[in-house]
């Protein structure tokens, strides 16, 4: 009896002990938290083109890489907003890459029609679960210059329509402009 005692008060004081470290639950957030500061991982995919595509291709720029695919509701909506991207910084040396699973030919053509303006990286979707940096989609991760993952969001707008949307969007474009400027020094 008195080992059972015993037991149970050992067991209950280490209970009373974890509960009172803070809990961080698993969300699409604190997922794409806890990216920061590491290396966008290897993958290789092809281009439109049919050409091999992968990290290497990315070396010392900075990168804004986009999940996507084309049934995804969400993923088309914010096409526009990512247009804005490519638009605003042209003349900066940003690499906008889309990575989606779908099939070249049914990518080719969406891509045209919407008119898409990022460059179009078809990985596998096993390939795409192996880099474990989209939890979700549309997935929109921001990479620096040394290759290291800036800032990780999922949806992109500027609209007033969802503000935590809007303000997760001024923040990771204000990371994009902080990037450019450490870059250019």
Same mark, same amino acid.
Do not use: A, Q, Y
């Given at each position: 009896m008195k080992?059972?005692?015993?037991t149970f008060f050992l067991f209950s004081s280490t209970l009373a002990r974890a509960q009172t470290a803070p809990v961080k639950w698993a969300t699409q957030e604190t997922f794409f938290e806890d990216l920061v500061g590491q290396d966008l991982p290897d993958f290789k995919g092809e281009t439109l083109a049919g050409k091999p595509f992968s990290k290497q291709n990315l070396k010392n720029q900075i990168v804004l890489v986009n999940f996507w695919f084309e049934e995804c509701p969400p993923c088309i909506k914010e096409i526009?907003?990512?247009n804005k991207f490519v638009d605003r910084y042209k003349n900066e040396q940003i690499r906008f890459i889309a990575i989606t699973y779908d099939e070249p030919k049914k990518a080719e053509k969406f891509s045209k029609k919407i008119g898409y303006k990022y460059e179009v990286i078809f990985l596998s979707r096993d390939e795409i679960r192996k880099l474990n940096i989209n939890h979700g989609y549309p997935s929109n991760i921001l990479v620096g210059?040394?290759? &290291?993952i800036i800032k990780a969001i999922s949806s992109v707008s500027f609209s007033d329509e969802l503000p935590a949307v809007k303000a997760q969007t001024i923040d990771f474009e204000a990371k994009l402009k902080a990037e450019i400027?450490?870059?250019? &020094?």
């Open positions: 080992i059972h005692i015993f526009p907003e990512l210059h040394d290759g &290291k400027l450490k870059v250019s &020094k």
